[in-house]
């Protein structure tokens, strides 16, 4: 059965340094999107992304957070300069073009220091 | 407030019992309702879905209701087993299935005792 991977599955970061986490979605799914996960909290939209463009974010995905599809099967998250509280899981989901359903990967657990 | 909510934070349930957790949303214009279930660890799993001009949808074990007049969404698991043992999360389509932005409750978890 297909699912979304992701990649690393535990990244432990600097306060300040840019980390990239990356995602391969089901293949010829054509809605893709991240959330996070504050640990004991709910989980919390931040970016869906449409025809290599972003279709809608959250208040959380300011200008220190960017997307991209570098290819035709990868799409990847970017923290510029990482904060203390960027520490979460971070899940990426995706979902084909006639369902309504996404389908979550198994998440990077980010830890900042 | 939350559009997306959940009445219990814990539920206990006997293995073969069968199980109900609610959840209550405030956004009269969602149209798409989705429950997943996040084992420890592990990224939500999708479990069932249902689009607001139907009230009920029956999967394998599991049944989702929707109540449009009071707002209230609930998932049904029948004959519980251990691997239940899960939060369960349901989330709405703020935006009526265009973008599919999901907004998700807080969670209930759910315990099953052999």
């Known amino acids: 059965e297909p699912e979304v991977t992701q990649t690393p599955s535990h990244q432990v970061t600097q306060m300040g340094q840019e980390v990239i986490l990356r995602c391969v979605p089901i293949?010829?799914?054509?809605?893709f999107y991240w959330y996070r996960q504050i640990l004991g909290q709910k989980v919390e939209f931040l970016v869906s992304?449409?025809?290599?463009?972003?279709?809608?974010k959250s208040e959380i995905f300011d200008d220190q957070f960017s997307v991209e599809r570098p290819d035709g099967s990868n799409f990847t998250l970017k923290i510029r300069s990482t904060k203390l509280e960027d520490s979460a899981m971070y899940f990426c989901a995706s979902r084909s073009g006639t369902g309504y359903e996404q389908y979550f990967g198994p998440g990077t657990r980010l830890t900042v220091t | 407030g939350e559009s997306v909510g959940l009445h219990l934070p814990t539920l206990s349930v006997q293995e073969g019992d069968n199980s109900i957790i609610n959840c209550a949303y405030s956004?009269?214009?969602?149209?798409?309702f989705i429950w997943y279930k996040q084992e420890s660890g592990k990224g939500p799993q999708f479990i069932i879905d249902i689009r607001s001009n139907m009230d009920k949808r029956q999967g394998q074990r599991v049944t989702v209701l929707l109540n449009k007049t009071v707002k209230h969404l609930s998932l049904q698991i029948a004959a519980t087993q251990p691997g239940d043992s899960a939060v369960y999360f349901c989330a709405e389509n703020k935006y009526g299935g265009s973008q599919g932005n999901l907004i998700f409750g807080k969670g209930t978890k759910l315990s099953v005792k052999p």
């Open positions: 992304f449409y025809n290599n463009e972003i279709s809608e």
């Open positions: 956004n009269s214009a969602s149209d798409y």
């Open positions: 293949s010829n799914h054509l809605y």
